[in-house]
């Protein structure tokens, strides 16, 4: 089955076709450095890494661009408020760069967690400052722009498709607008493609450009960024859905507008995360983080597992029971697995079940990556009587492809989680007394204390370097 995709833009689903055979150009909105990645922001990730391995699943090669915020990138989209980097920075009492690089790690190491795909080009803002004064002096060039108390605006009047992604009727906007004025702006909805020390003055990073020292404005790093490595037209342009009215809004009028084509041919937005009705956000406070979720026993994995059970494009709702019935379900799915790789055997092959299995599972992930009846087609093939455990291991490794769950580290994943539940200092201290014991030839307290661990799930191991511990499988 060829793949469809939901085009927020033409607000269907399309064939998808690229632009150039088996090639896909993809880009992504990354993280703004300025705190942890909430698990909102994440859903995203994950929904993005599905489909970068449905296409690589389909036999594409995939050139995948993600960036980096660390500059530029207000409180309000509206081109108001304190700079994120700054505001964060002042309460750390660290410099701008120190958060950017310790947030940059961070948000890294939870891709690492879950298993996501790496970008092939996962980029700073502040590595490409020229690429952006390039594209604000080709749309300067053209008419699109105009400067103000020393900032640089995107003239929204001269774009006249502006808003078309979100269908928005700018005159009803401004008819009913609550915004904080910029009293520089011509019109409240244009945005400012760079700033001057006019906006504010504590902003520690600061470029040379022909109309002042000073740095760009959110919007533009991703035209520039994804126009540098893909090109003025690509395939995919992926984001939350609160990205549509405004940043993917301004993306495609200043792109557009440079450069005189079609920007994106497909855009795919995912929807919100839900945590006591309302969408996950880092400014109403107290977000929960991957390292929280694993503090409170729920690993990555089970938040991967999580995620995959709703439809991208569907709200997802985050509660205890909702993620204590992932956990539940990710745990015996990984015991099922273990069950079957131990007892796999030759039996008499089932080709034609195994092949109708692919071709199911193959419908459900190219419509639109529905990864909820993707798994309901995994259960499907653990349960059934029609092949033996050696087919079922191997379409579950090929199933894996696109879930990303590491299903072939099964053994080694219900041990880190049994050891989330075990009290190691208290395995240790039992073990040293075990290591005394014997050492002074007291078996039976020996054998004692071996029986003790095994009753809390502790395999002990002893070898002429020392005594080993595990997890029981």
């Known amino acids: 089955m060829n793949l469809v995709l939901y085009n927020t833009f033409t607000r269907k689903k399309e064939e998808f076709k690229p632009i150039r055979k088996d090639h896909v150009g993809l880009y992504t909105c990354g993280l703004t450095v300025y705190n942890y990645a909430h698990i909102g922001n994440l859903r995203t990730y994950i929904f993005e890494d599905v489909l970068k391995r449905v296409l690589i699943y389909d036999g594409y090669k995939v050139n995948h661009v993600m960036n980096i915020t660390d500059i530029g990138h207000l409180t309000s989209d509206a081109d108001t408020g304190e700079d994120k980097m700054v505001k964060e920075a002042k309460k750390e009492g660290k410099t701008v760069w120190e958060i950017a690089d310790h947030y940059t790690k961070a948000f890294e190491n939870d891709l690492e967690q879950l298993n996501i795909i790496p970008p092939d080009h996962h980029v700073k803002a502040t590595a490409h400052i020229q690429q952006m004064i390039g594209l604000i002096k080709r749309l300067e060039k053209k008419g699109f722009t105009y400067v103000a108390d020393g ?36 019109n409240p909805f244009d945005f400012v493609l760079w700033f001057t020390k006019s906006k504010f003055d504590d902003q520690e990073m600061k470029w040379d450009s022909p109309w002042g020292r000073g740095y760009p404005g959110w919007h533009v790093e991703c035209s520039a960024i994804s126009m540098y490595y893909l090109g003025e037209t690509f395939d995919i342009h992926c984001g939350g859905i609160d990205h549509i009215p405004v940043h993917h809004t301004n993306e495609i009028a200043q792109s557009e507008a440079a450069t005189g084509k079609k920007w994106v041919n497909y855009w795919l937005h995912a929807e919100f995360l839900i945590m006591n009705e309302e969408k996950m956000s880092k400014s109403k406070g107290g977000f929960l983080t991957l390292s929280k979720l694993v503090e409170m026993g729920y690993s990555p994995m089970v938040y991967r597992y999580f995620c995959l059970g709703a439809h991208y494009r569907q709200p997802l709702t985050f509660s205890d029971e909702a993620i204590e019935t992932a956990k539940s379900a990710y745990n015996r799915l990984i015991n099922i697995i273990i069950d079957i790789k131990k007892n796999r055997t030759v039996n008499k092959p089932n080709p034609e079940f195994v092949n109708k299995m692919k071709k199911l599972f193959s419908k459900k992930i190219n419509n639109d990556l529905n990864m909820p009846e993707a798994l309901a087609v995994i259960w499907q093939v653990l349960r059934t009587n029609e092949i033996g455990n050696l087919e079922k291991y191997d379409l579950i490794l090929e199933f894996d492809r696109i879930f990303g769950l590491n299903l072939i580290k099964a053994e080694q994943v219900l041990e880190e989680e049994a050891q989330q539940n075990v009290d190691v200092q208290l395995v240790e201290q039992l073990i040293k007394e075990r290591e005394d014991a014997r050492k002074s030839k007291n078996w039976a307290k020996s054998d004692e204390i071996r029986d003790k661990l095994s009753d809390m799930g502790v395999e002990v191991r002893d070898s002429s370097e020392g005594t080993f511990w595990r997890m029981k499988s």
């Open 151 to 186: 900032n640089v605006y995107f003239d929204i009047s001269k774009f006249p498709e502006y808003g078309k992604l979100g269908r928005i009727n700018v005159e009803s906007l401004r008819a009913g607008a609550r915004i904080e004025v910029d009293s520089a702006k011509k």
